[in-house]
C-alpha cells in the first residue's frame, strides 16, 4: 500500500498527484512546500519527534498554537520520525521511493551522512527531484554556518542597504531571504518536475539563502558590481526613482510613487508648483536624484499640510500612484483583499474556524485550493506507516523508543 493512496484523487490543482517528503523546518523549506500543496501537491511533513518543527513554539499570536508554524503549514499530513536513528532514516527511505520530490533543509552533508543524500536516494528512485536548501550554498568558506535570515540579510547587504541615512542598518520587516529561497525553490522543483517529464530522470537542486538575497536585489547589483558605488541608506525612499517614497501627512503616512513625467508634472501642479516640471534641477529623474536633498524637503513641507485622507483623495483623481501605510491587520481587513479572497476561513481540529490567507493566484481550469489545517505534530504517523507497510506492533516499538 501507498502512503499516498489516502488522499490520491482528492486534490484538486494543477501539481495533484504529485508527492513530496518535506524534511525541512522553520520558514524556507515549509513554505515552499506549502506553496507546492496548495497546488494539489501530496505533502508529508516529516518532523523530529521531539517538539518537531522549531516554529511551533516561536510566538503565541494565537491561542494554543504559533501564528508562525500555522502560516507556514497548511495542506501538508504530518508525522515524526528521528532521522537519526537507523530507523527513523528507514522511514525517510521508504517514503522517497514512491516521491516525486523530497526537499530539505538540513546543513551540508548531514542527510549524506545518514545515507538519505541524493546519491542514495535516486538509487531506489531514479525520478526523485531531491531539493535542497542551504545558508550559503555547496562551496566556499561559509558553507558549515547555519543558514538564518537575519544572518544572511546582514551579510549579503540587505540590511546596508534598508533604513535610515546616519542610522543603525535594519532588517527587512518580513524574513525575505527564507520567503525568497522558498518562491525559487518552488520554481526549481517545476522546472524539474518538467525536465524529468522529457528525460525520465528527476535531479538535485541546490540553492541558498544567500542567492536568494542577491536574487531579490537584482536591480542595486547590476549597480554595484559595475561601478564604485555602494546603494544608499534611505528609509522608505528609492535609490533609483524620486520622489518615490512616504512622506508624513499631518495625521499619517501616504506613500507616493512618481515614475514617469507625466506624473511628475501633474503632481508638480496638485503642490502648487508646476514651474517645478521644467526646473533644471527637479526635470528628469536623474535631475531629481542628485537634487534629492533639495527636492524632498520641499514636498515634505506640502504633503504635511493636509491628511492623509485629503491625499489620497486629489493624488487619485489625478491619476497619480499613491497608498496609504496601513498597517498589516487594516491591510488583511481592507474590502479588497477580501474581493480578491486574500483571506480565507478554513476548520483547525483544536481551534474551530481559523482565518488564513487565501491562494496567491488563480487558475481557470485547475484552481488549487486549501483542504488540510496545519497539522498537529505528528498527526498523521500512525497512519502513514501503516500505509508503507509497517504494522501495529512496529509503530508501537517505535513510539516506545522515541523513533517516532
Known amino acids: 500500500m501507498s502512503p499516498w493512496q489516502e488522499v490520491d484523487g482528492l486534490a484538486d490543482g494543477p501539481l495533484a498527484g504529485v508527492r513530496i517528503v518535506d524534511l525541512s523546518r522553520l520558514l524556507a523549506g515549509p513554505y515552499c512546500t506549502m506553496i507546492l500543496g496548495d497546488l494539489g501537491a501530496d505533502v508529508i511533513k516529516v518532523e523530529k519527534p521531539t517538539n518537531g518543527d522549531e516554529t511551533r513554539f516561536t510566538d503565541s499570536m494565537v491561542v494554543g498554537e504559533s501564528g508562525y508554524y500555522l502560516g507556514m503549514n497548511r495542506n501538508k499530513r504530518g508525522i515524526t520520525a528521528d532521522v537519526r536513528t537507523p530507523e527513523g532514516a528507514e522511514i525517510v527511505r521508504r517514503l522517497a521511493t514512491d516521491a516525486d520530490v523530497l526537499i530539505e533543509n538540513f546543513r551540508p552533508r548531514y542527510l549524506d ?28 568558506p561559509l558553507v558549515d554556518r547555519p543558514g538564518m535570515d537575519i544572518l544572511t540579510q546582514a551579510s549579503c547587504g540587505l540590511m546596508a542597504i534598508t533604513g535610515e541615512d546616519g542610522r543603525a542598518p535594519v532588517r527587512i520587516g518580513p524574513p525575505v531571504a527564507d520567503f525568497g529561497a522558498a518562491f525559487l525553490a518552488s520554481i526549481a522543483i517545476l522546472a524539474a518536475l518538467r525536465a524529468r517529464d522529457v528525460t525520465g530522470t528527476g ?22 558590481l559595475n561601478s564604485d558605488q555602494e ?42 508648483c508646476p514651474e517645478w516640471a521644467n526646473d533644471e534641477r527637479f526635470r528628469r529623474n536623474r535631475d531629481r536624484i542628485a537634487n534629492r536633498e533639495i527636492l524632498v524637503p520641499f514636498i515634505e513641507e506640502r504633503i504635511r499640510k493636509s491628511t492623509t485622507a485629503h491625499w489620497l483623495e486629489v493624488l487619485e483623481k489625478a491619476d497619480i500612484p499613491c497608498a496609504p501605510v496601513a498597517s498589516l491587520r487594516e491591510a488583511l481587513e481592507h474590502e479588497q483583499s477580501t474581493a480578491n479572497g486574500q483571506v480565507m476561513t478554513i476548520e483547525h481540529p483544536r481551534l474551530g474556524p481559523m482565518r488564513c490567507l487565501g491562494l496567491p493566484y488563480e487558475f481557470t481550469d485547475t484552481p488549487g485550493s486549501i483542504r488540510l489545517a496545519p497539522p498537529d505534530h505528528g498527526e498523521h504517523t500512525a497512519a502513514v506507516l501503516a500505509a508503507i507497510g509497517y504494522s501495529p506492533e512496529d509503530i508501537a516499538r517505535l513510539e516506545g523508543s522515541a523513533v517516532v
Open 203 to 224: 535531479q538535485k537542486i541546490d540553492l541558498s539563502l544567500m542567492s536568494a538575497s542577491f536574487a531579490l536585489v537584482a536591480n542595486f547589483a547590476a549597480g554595484a
Open 231 to 272: 546603494v544608499p541608506r534611505l528609509g522608505s525612499a528609492h535609490p533609483q526613482i524620486v520622489p518615490y517614497q512616504a512622506f508624513e501627512t499631518s495625521d499619517g503616512y501616504v506613500a507616493i510613487g512618481i515614475i514617469n513625467k507625466k506624473f511628475w508634472v501633474r503632481f508638480c501642479e496638485l503642490l502648487g
Open 113 to 140: 551522512a545518514r545515507s538519505l543524500g541524493y546519491d542514495e536516494l535516486k538509487l531506489d528512485n531514479p525520478r526523485l527531484v531531491y531539493c535542497s536548501i542551504t545558508g550559503y550554498g555547496t562551496r566556499g
